[in-house]
């Protein structure tokens, strides 16, 4: 099946341990401007966890108002 624009694109990763506490789920979002969303999602209650400065990729880590983390990725 080929993508569509009209909708997100969501993709599954098996991992080794399964969580038995929080984050049963963890999101990865993109977005063109990091650093415009992440001052979004903090004035919306989120906390910034760490942010990530790589060569080939940027992207914070953050914690919603119930403790889950997700990540936001610069396209």
Known sequence: MAPSPDLPLIQFQKI???????????????????????QHLLSIGATLVKRYELPQIRYATFLDPDGNTFDIVSD
């Open 16 to 38: 080794e341990e399964v969580p038995t506490q929080r984050n049963r789920v963890h999101l990865d979002l993109r977005t063109p401007d990091l650093d415009h969303e992440s």
